[in-house]
């Protein structure tokens, strides 16, 4: 079957297995593993599960076919209704740490110091599971000079010491606008959605990770290998004179709709994109009509249940399943088993 006689109206289901390999996240943790992509069997811990992505290195695949969306994107953008000036920008991850990982920051888009195929990064993660204590790590603290960065990183010290530590739960929303130094912390897993512009990969500048080593299977060994750090590229875009509370990064969400059954919110805040969660707490049976962009990525979170797409075909949804569609696709049908929450992700206009 081509693509061609694939596309309809109907939501388009995406390839399950879009992995980064242990080799590039050694910190990866269980959680994806055991509960998102538990139906693959994977024998690894999965750091990384590239849910939507158009990135020619890591792009999605449609499940019927195999077809990559990023050499089919042309196609696609032609029968979901797009001008020439829209494009795909949106990069959706599952990621889940079981260690920490490195400190990082990104650059601008308009970065004078960017390769023809990279472009910026911003981000934002909403935290769906936190062990007890688990947090992450959001700008350096007032008043530290990249004189002590510096000094900290040449004596192999612990950079974490000079950051901000930010407890968090299920639930918490953060935006990661670029030139913001940040660290998952381990035990938590979360929905990363990122501003990748079209055909480019989104450049991550490494500032510490811990003075970790790995061998060539990416298990830490005190006689292995470490990662390349990038301290030049990330001092550089580093604005430690600007002083902003680290808390303004966390976004809080509006209510569309909430029953004791049935909830719907949204994160609206950040420039590029939005984020809608949709709970159902029991059975339960909603027509869904959302016309606000040119495309949507769809992720079952929790539960089950079925979707009737306006030509009255029915898909099973089960966790972890992951879904591409446009505006044509609305209204549909979500029947619900007994829970059922699922994650809605769209550009702005």
């Excluded at 242990?22 to 849910?51: D, F, M, Q």
């Excluded at 000036?85 to 740490?97: C, G, H, R, W």
């Excluded at 909603?286 to 040119?294: T, V, Y």
């Amino acid at each position: 079957m081509t693509l061609s006689k694939e596309l309809s109206r109907k939501p388009l289901k995406l390839a399950a297995n879009n992995f980064t390999s242990l080799v590039k996240t050694p910190w990866a943790g269980k959680t994806i593993k055991k509960i998102y992509k538990n139906h693959l069997s994977p024998k690894e811990n999965i750091g990384e599960s590239w849910e939507l992505s158009f990135d020619p290195a890591m792009s999605s695949s449609l499940e019927s076919t195999g077809e990559k969306v990023f050499h089919t994107a042309h196609l696609l953008k032609k029968k979901f209704g797009m001008s020439e000036k829209e494009n795909f920008n949106l990069l959706v991850k599952l990621l889940s740490a079981g260690k920490n990982l490195s400190v990082q920051i990104h650059p601008d888009y308009d970065d004078e110091n960017l390769k023809q195929n990279e472009c910026g990064k911003y981000e934002s993660w909403w935290i769906l599971e936190a062990e007890k204590g688990a947090g992450i790590y959001l700008d350096f603290k007032t008043g530290v000079t990249e004189t002590e960065i510096q000094d900290c990183l040449k004596k192999n010290s612990d950079l974490s010491q000079l950051l901000n530590f930010i407890p968090v739960e299920k639930g918490d929303y953060f935006d990661i606008p670029p030139g913001t130094a940040h660290a998952i912390g381990a035990g938590i897993t979360l929905l990363e959605p990122q501003r990748i512009l079209f055909g480019k990969s989104g450049v991550t500048y490494r500032f510490w990770d811990w003075n970790r080593a790995y061998d060539e299977q990416g298990q830490e060994k005190a006689q292995g290998k470490k990662r390349d750090l990038h301290i030049k590229e990330s001092l550089q875009l580093l604005s430690l004179k600007t002083k902003r509370d680290p808390l303004s990064l966390k976004k809080y969400s509006e209510l569309i709709e909430n029953t004791d059954f049935f909830i719907q919110q949204i994160f609206r805040e950040n420039p590029y994109y939005e984020l809608q969660v949709l709970h159902f707490k029991r059975r339960y049976e909603k027509k869904i009509d959302l016309k606000k962009a040119s495309y949507f990525h769809l992720l079952i979170l929790e539960g089950g249940g079925t979707l009737e797409t306006r030509d009255h075909e029915k898909i099973l949804l089960t966790i972890g399943d992951s879904f591409l569609f446009c505006a044509h696709s609305f209204p549909f049908i979500l029947k619900t088993d007994e829970n059922l929450k699922l994650s809605l992700l769209y550009e702005k206009k």
